[in-house]
């Protein structure tokens, strides 16, 4: 059986190193955070890229998603 990964998607910032998903994402190997270019300053179009990219490199059947709401007013 192939190892779940576990998708972390940050909030605005990209939560610090002592946040909960970093601590969660430095204890667990098959965590993997979405990254941004600048958390400080997120348009729509690269946090959907950024989402996209991370979700393509990762096993569609295995694939689970933890983080914070995914709101959008877009």
């Known amino acids: 059986m192939a190892e779940t990964t576990i998708i972390i998607v940050p ?25 941004m270019r600048n958390w400080q300053s997120v348009e729509r179009a690269d946090w959907v890229w950024a989402l996209e990219r991370t979700l393509a490199d990762v096993s569609r059947s295995e694939e689970r998603r933890v983080g914070k709401e995914c709101r959008s007013r877009w």
């Open 11 to 35: 909030g605005w910032s990209g939560s610090g190193p002592e946040h909960w998903q970093s601590i969660w994402e430095r204890e667990h190997s098959e965590y993997r955070r979405v990254e």
